[in-house]
């Protein structure tokens, strides 16, 4: 057969053909006019090559097998190896990852010192920098505060439900994004007295929300009725915790 025969039996290239030969994994004979020539054998090498190829094998362990340095299983064994190694460095990679970029849960204060009696962490907003943890961000460092909203079923005593909502703030700076969900929804007005003059994205409206609305029966109430809109419009999460999962 002649290399193009090959090329559209085999649906492989001319130039990956010409790569097989000169890595010396078949070998072929020439006709008269010195074109390659490939017979039957030569075909069955190619397909076996591209089966393990298709399997990630490369070329300098194709060699070994070829040379029976290796046998297929040796090296398939050895790749299935590999690949559940590969797979678990992933995972935590992957797990690293989402733990550096998750939203965190914390309480605010502005300008003191919160008690330590909480589950939450805490971010401070002081004059200059806030801090979370060890972490201090110069307000001159943050490009702009995204703002907004989630919910979360909380359930009563007598096993009736309700609807939480907290604030999502992103501090977006020129090095990285820091990602907070604020559970102490009663101070939350201080927070936005103090970034309020800085670049904000709030397309909810939250900062004249929570300035104009402190009293927080009123609160929950306007939010109750704008929440599952708000929702719908800019996929909010609604909701993102439930208490009521956990005893399913």
């Known amino acids: 057969m002649t290399t193009h025969e090959v090329e559209e039996m ?12 000169n890595e010396g994994l078949v070998k072929l004979s020439r006709d008269s ?11 069955s090498k190619i397909k076996f090559i591209l089966l393990l190829r298709e399997m990630d094998v490369t070329i300098e362990e194709i060699k070994q097998i070829i040379s029976e340095k290796k046998s297929i299983r040796d090296v398939l064994e050895s790749k299935k190896y590999m690949i559940k190694k590969q797979h678990l460095d992933l995972e935590h990679i992957d797990e690293k990852i989402n733990n550096y970029i998750k939203r965190r849960k914390v309480k605010i204060a502005v300008n003191h010192i919160l008690d330590y009696g909480s589950i939450y962490d805490r971010l401070y907003f002081y004059k200059d920098y806030l801090q979370y943890d060890q972490t201090k961000i110069k307000y001159s460092d943050v490009k702009c505060f995204k703002l907004s909203m989630s919910s979360s079923i909380g359930l009563m005593r007598v096993l009736v439900a309700y609807m939480n909502y907290y604030v999502d703030l992103d501090v977006v700076t020129k090095q990285d994004t820091y990602s907070f969900q604020i559970m ?3 101070v939350v007005y201080q927070m936005m007295e103090r970034i309020k ?6 397309p909810l409206g939250l900062v004249d929300i929570y300035l104009n609305k402190r009293d927080m029966v009123q609160f929950n109430q306007y939010i109750n009725r704008h929440f599952r809109k708000w929702a719908k419009e800019y996929h909010l999460d609604n909701p993102r915790d439930s208490i009521i999962r956990r005893y399913k």
Do not use: F, M, V
Request: hydrophobic fraction near 20%.
């Open 197 to 202: 003059d800085y670049p904000i994205e709030d």
């Open 184 to 186: 102490n929804n009663e």
């Open 33 to 43: 006019n010195n074109y390659r020539n490939y017979d039957q054998d030569d075909i």
């Open 10 to 21: 085999l649906s492989i290239t001319k130039k990956t053909l010409i790569y097989y030969e």
